[in-house]
Structures are given as structure tokens and as C-alpha cells.
């Protein structure tokens, strides 16, 4: 009989195992933060945040290192699944985030706010922030929410994705004048992907069946589609076919009154020409 292969202490959640093999793998090699940093090029201070796990770092730092070790493609696997990682996110969103993931396709309307898969880093910072997040909690969940930006910009296999968005969304502006610029030049190169339509639904559409409700729209691998509806206050997964169609329903009749891909991306356009720029010094 084999001999039984001993449970390692290391841990089973993706992101602390990938903080686990950053931190072994330097200190294996008996270097200092500030070697590493030298050697690899990289800020030694977000080298001693992916240790921590208080920051996934990005995927060119994370390719850098298993070039440095020659570990192949051992680091930028686990970065990759410690990216999807739904420990990440509040329990009650953990589901929706790993059917996010497996989704082959999405579509979503949106009432005040730019969608989680279309946020910038700042964005989803002054989001996140008025929703009560604070310090590294705060950076933490910035990470993990513009990490879900990885699903659509994959080269090869990223799910077709829709957004419509109430014309609300478009002029309701960041604080920062130059953060909300590059929020609106995201949206407008976003929409040059092929894999990604962005429609605005103008004022002039009036009253809707989704008036107060964002909601979104997953196409699952085994062709079910279900629905996760939110407000400020929550957010509520819907699987039951009955209501999910009469979500569909509602969102299929604002689509039809929405304006054209075109049309819309002259929108975006248009109120980034409109945009405040901050004074030149």
C-alpha cells in the first residue's frame, strides 16, 4: 500500500495560497524585498502587498517573478485563481460571482451606476467608499471588483456582454473631474470590442419596467439563463424561470426604445467632449 501523502498546513483559499508561494519562493532563495525588487525590476513595496495579500498585484509583475524563479506558468496560475476567487467578495455575493464566471453570456441594465464589469479602479474606489469601506478592506475590494474587468478583456474566450445603461448613468459624474473623464473613455473603448455592446437608454424613453432596479443576466452552460436584481440596499439572485422571464420581458422592452450601438457611442462621446477637464497649470 502507497504510503498516505501527508495534508499540507498551506492554505486551500486561492488568494492567501498565492500570497503562500510569492512569500516561500523569495524567502527559499534567502532575498530581501529590496533584492527581489532589484532583480525583477518591480516596486518593492507591491511586492510586500502580494505577500500580504493585501494586493494581487498584475499580471506582467506576477510573470516577471516565475521568470525570475523559472517556475513557468506555476505563480500566474495561482494569480489567475486567486483572481476569480470568490472568498473574496461578501458571502451573499459569493454564488453570483462564481456564476459570473462560468457565464457564456451577460447582459445588464443599469439605473444610476457604471456596471462592476465596466468600472475603472477609481470608479468602483469612490463606489465602494460611499458604500462604508475603509483603508485595506477598501483596496481589497477595489481589486476584486475591477479584477472581474479580467472576464471581458480575455483575447480569446471572453463571453459576449451587453450593458444598458439609463442615460442617468452617463450624467451622474465622480468627484474627481479627471477620474470620471477616464471612466468615460473606458466606456467609449469598451465599446469598440466585439464582444462588448453598450446601449444608452435616454431620458426621453420615459418611464420603465426596471425603473429603480439594476439587474443582470447570465446565460449558464447548460443554457439556463438567471437573473441578479440589486438596489442600494441588496441584491437578490433569481433562478425560478417564471420570474426570470418577466425580468427579460421588462429589459427586452427598454431595448427596444434604447438607442443604437452607434447612436449610443456618440452618447458616451459626447459627454466625455462635455466633461470638465481640470485646469491647466
Known amino acids: 500500500m502507497p504510503q498516505r501523502v501527508p495534508v499540507t498546513a498551506l492554505s486551500h483559499e486561492p488568494r492567501k495560497r498565492f ?12 532575498l530581501s524585498l529590496r533584492d527581489l525588487s532589484k532583480a525583477v525590476g518591480w516596486d518593492s513595496s507591491l511586492l510586500g502587498k502580494m505577500e500580504g495579500g493585501s494586493t494581487l498585484g498584475g499580471p506582467e509583475v ?6 525570475y524563479y523559472g517556475t513557468g506558468p506555476l505563480l500566474l496560475t495561482l494569480w489567475e485563481l486567486a ?3 470568490p472568498t473574496q467578495f461578501k458571502e451573499q455575493y459569493r ?26 479602479d477609481a470608479y468602483a474606489r469612490e463606489v465602494l467608499s460611499l458604500g462604508g469601506y475603509r483603508g485595506k478592506e477598501l483596496d481589497r475590494q477595489v481589486e476584486a471588483r475591477t479584477g472581474r474587468r479580467k472576464l471581458l478583456e ?17 450624467r451622474t459624474p465622480l468627484r ?21 455592446n453598450i446601449q444608452v437608454l435616454p431620458y426621453s424613453a420615459g418611464l420603465s419596467g426596471l425603473v429603480s432596479t439594476d439587474v443582470m443576466f447570465l446565460r449558464l452552460l447548460d ?16 433562478e425560478e424561470n417564471a420570474p426570470v422571464e418577466q425580468l427579460q420581458r421588462a429589459y427586452d422592452a427598454m431595448r427596444d426604445v434604447a438607442l443604437s450601438l452607434p447612436e449610443s457611442r456618440l452618447f458616451v462621446l459626447r459627454m466625455l467632449e462635455e466633461a470638465p477637464c481640470e485646469p491647466s497649470t
Open 154 to 170: 480575455r483575447l480569446e474566450d471572453s463571453p459576449p456582454f451587453r450593458a444598458l445603461l439609463s442615460e442617468a448613468v452617463l
Open 62 to 67: 506576477v510573470q516577471a517573478l516565475d521568470q
Open 95 to 120: 454564488r453570483y460571482m462564481m456564476l459570473e464566471g462560468e457565464a457564456t453570456s451577460l447582459w445588464q441594465y443599469s439605473v444610476s451606476i457604471v456596471p462592476g464589469l465596466l468600472q475603472t
Open 176 to 196: 474627481d473631474k479627471q477620474a470620471w473623464r477616464h471612466q468615460l473613455e473606458y466606456l467609449a473603448e469598451a465599446a469598440e470590442r466585439p464582444d462588448v
Open 19 to 30: 500570497a503562500e508561494e510569492v512569500r516561500r519562493l523569495r524567502r527559499e532563495r534567502g
Open 223 to 238: 443554457g439556463i439563463t438567471v437573473a441578479y436584481t440589486e438596489n442600494a440596499h441588496r441584491g437578490e439572485l433569481v
Open 83 to 85: 483572481l476569480g476567487d
